[in-house]
């Protein structure tokens, strides 16, 4: 699922407006979706679904808060991220990551609770996490 991307590729992200980085995590039919889009005139969409219901959240990054973003994609190497296994524990959500940079697209995803082995799915998921709930207001809080 990953394209071919190192490291030097992502020197660039979320430098153009057309950029983006979406994360993705839950299950709408279940405890409920949470959803966060950053592009790269460092506007953030926030969504939690669940049913047939979805609230919608949007804030805007400073200039500071876009390069902090951009230091954990960087640092966290997503194209190099990949699962541990082939099933989730009881009850475990997906982490799917979708980066889109120019020509190349990267994704990765992974189970939740692979974090707590994986320092940098776990500053992902931090990062995604804090976005959504500055967003929402403390609304979203997976």
């Known amino acids: 699922m990953t394209s071919a991307s190192s490291r030097n590729d992502l020197s660039a992200i979320l430098r153009d407006k057309r950029d983006a ?20 005139d460092a506007s953030v969409e926030a969504r939690f679904e669940r049913g ?12 500071a808060e ?13 194209a190099s991220l990949k699962s541990q296994r082939a099933t989730a524990q009881p009850d475990e959500d997906r982490v799917h990551i979708t980066l889109v940079a120019r020509a190349s697209r990267t994704e990765a995803t992974l189970w939740y609770n692979e974090q707590w082995t994986n320092p940098a799915l776990r500053a992902l998921i931090t990062a995604f996490t804090d976005l959504a709930s500055r967003a929402s207001g403390g609304k979203i809080s997976y």
């Open 66 to 78: 876009l390069d902090q973003l951009r230091q954990v994609l960087r640092d966290s190497d997503l």
């Open 21 to 40: 980085v979406r994360y993705e995590v839950g299950n709408a039919g279940f405890r409920g979706r949470t959803t966060v889009e950053v592009r790269g």
């Open 52 to 63: 047939e219901a979805t609230d919608t959240y949007r804030m805007q990054l400073s200039p």
